[in-house]
C-alpha cells in the first residue's frame, strides 16, 4: 500500500508514523498537493491529503478513516489505542484536542497563505485562533509530564505530537511554542524516538521503515 502526502501535514505524519510504530509494511510517495496537482490528483481527484493507496487501487483519505481501516486489518495498529475503558477515554480526550489544533493550524496557514489580505474576514480569524490557542492550552495542562498518555506510546501521542511539530514548523510565527512548555517537552520526547526521526515534519521527506 501507498501512503500518499506531504510530511509537513500533521495529518499525513500522523499515518505515516503509526505505520513506522507498528512496523507495518508501506511505501511513501511525498506528492504534493500544490505542486504536483495533477500527478495527486490521479491518484485521488479529491486532492485530500492523506491519500492511502491500497493494495487493490483503492484510494482511501482523511487520517481518521485511514487509521480506523488499517486498524481492522493490523492488530499492531488496533493496540495503538488502549484497550481499557479509562485509557481510551484519556487517549480520546488527548485525540481530539490534537486534531482541533491541527485543523486550526491548518486553516490559519491557508488564510494566510492563500487568501488575499483584503479578503480575510478578521472575526473568523480570531475565532480559528481562539480555537487553536484553546486546544494548546489543554494539551498543555492535561499532557503527562513524563512517560505517555495511557502508558504506552498510542496513536494519542503520535497526534499530539504531530500537531505541536505543525505548530512549530509551519505558524510559530503566529503561536508561540514558549507559552506551552508542558507540550514542547512532551514533544521532544517523542520527536527524539527513531519512529518520529524516520518521518520528519519537513517538505519533500519521505518516510522510512526501521530495521528491526
Known amino acids: 500500500m501507498q501512503l500518499i502526502g506531504m510530511l509537513d501535514s500533521p495529518y499525513v505524519r500522523r499515518v505515516a508514523i503509526a505505520l513506522i510504530v507498528a512496523g507495518t509494511p508501506f511505501d511513501h510517495r ?16 479529491l486532492l485530500k491529503a492523506p491519500t492511502l493507496v491500497t493494495d487493490d487501487g483503492t484510494a482511501l483519505m482523511d487520517s481518521s478513516v485511514i487509521l480506523e481501516y488499517l486498524a481492522s486489518l493490523d492488530p499492531r495498529i488496533a ?3 488502549p484497550s481499557n475503558a479509562p485509557g481510551r477515554l484519556r487517549a480520546s480526550r488527548a485525540t481530539g484536542l490534537a486534531l482541533t489544533v491541527m485543523e486550526k493550524a491548518v486553516q490559519r496557514h491557508y488564510e494566510r497563505a492563500l487568501r488575499p489580505a483584503e479578503k480575510r474576514h ?5 475565532r480559528v485562533m481562539g480555537q487553536l490557542t484553546g486546544g494548546l492550552s489543554a494539551l498543555d495542562a492535561e499532557l503527562p509530564q513524563s512517560g505517555w498518555i495511557s502508558g504506552e506510546l498510542g496513536l494519542a501521542d503520535i497526534s499530539a505530537v504531530c500537531a505541536f511539530g505543525f505548530i512549530e514548523g509551519i505558524v510559530a510565527d503566529l503561536v508561540d511554542p514558549k507559552r506551552y512548555p508542558n507540550l514542547a517537552a512532551f514533544s521532544a520526547r517523542a520527536e527524539a524516538l527513531p519512529a518520529f526521526r524516520a518521518a520528519p515534519a519537513q517538505d519533500g521527506a519521505t518516510a522510512a521503515a526501521i530495521a528491526d
Not at 511525498?30 to 481527484?45: A, C, E, G, V, W
Not at 478578521?122 to 480570531?126: G, I, K, L, S, T
Open 30 to 45: 511525498p506528492i504534493s498537493l500544490f505542486r504536483h496537482i495533477d500527478q495527486f490528483s490521479k491518484l485521488n481527484p
Open 79 to 81: 493496540a495503538l489505542k
Open 122 to 126: 478578521e472575526p473568523w480569524v480570531d
